[in-house]
């Protein structure tokens, strides 16, 4: 099976190793991974700014990149996956790029709902020995419905023991632009994710999305909060 790898910005640029992560699960399971290098931005960033001429020339890039081929397109972000899925078809309406966006939408999968949903696979293999809670980025749970396919995941792996928190559900207070024009109120956000997860006894906060691992992150490093960060790409992984 020929995977097309769509890496978001904030994994190009700031957590490679989480591509390189979800490459090696990938493999496992006998895909053929491709890497489109001239790939950049899915325009998201623009979109939720009001730029919208802008981000319609980024996607016009992105649906080029993407849409010549008929293969499966995996990306590690549900917030991307999600943008994609949701507003291309708004922001490419009775335009020329309207095919192209169809057909990318049905290829277009974020990465733990791939291995549940088309590979059928719940158990990688994997193994880490801690406590940990998981976090659902809006994007994932609102705009792809992804929910329960993390969790049966990180359910078979060996040695994670999986705790809920009160807040799973919450928003994170990262939002892109969000959180640099709403700067307390987003600081307020993190802090109630922050103390949900810290409620469980958790070692560490998983997510399938770095840019609310980024901002969670952020938070428990400047307030001295003994938990790590993973993305569920680094998690499953991990210990083979």
């Not at 329960?148 to 559900?169: I, S």
């Not at 987003?186 to 901002?215: F, N, P, Q, R, W």
Request: hydrophobic share 35%.
């Amino acid at each position: 099976m020929k995977v097309d790898l769509f890496i978001p910005c904030f994994v190009d640029q700031m957590f490679p190793e989480t591509g390189f992560n979800m490459v090696k699960v990938l493999e496992k399971f006998n895909c053929e991974v491709q890497y489109n290098t001239q790939q950049t931005c899915c325009g998201q960033p623009a979109f939720n700014s009001g730029y919208w001429d802008e981000a319609r020339k980024i996607g016009k890039k992105f649906l080029k990149d993407f849409s010549e081929h008929d293969h499966y397109i995996v990306a590690p972000s549900g917030s991307c996956t999600g943008y994609v899925r949701n507003y291309y078809q708004k922001l490419f309406e009775n335009s020329a790029e309207h095919n192209a966006v169809k057909k990318v939408n049905v290829h277009l999968f974020e990465f733990t709902e791939f291995l549940v949903n088309v590979l059928h696979v719940t158990d990688v293999g994997a193994a880490l020995n801690m406590k940990a809670t998981y976090h659902d980025g809006c994007g994932s749970l609102r705009e792809c419905n992804i929910k329960t396919q993390p969790r049966q995941l990180l359910e078979h792996v060996n040695g994670l023991e999986l705790t809920e928190m009160k807040e799973c559900e919450t928003c994170c207070g990262f939002g892109g632009t969000f959180a640099v024009k709403y700067e307390p109120i987003s600081t307020g956000m993190a802090y109630t994710k922050v103390k949900s997860a810290v409620e469980t006894g958790a070692e560490c906060i998983i997510s399938s999305d770095l840019s609310c691992l980024m901002h969670i992150d952020t938070y428990i490093q400047k307030q001295g909060v003994k938990m790590k960060t993973m993305h569920i790409a680094d998690v499953l992984a991990s210990g083979w």
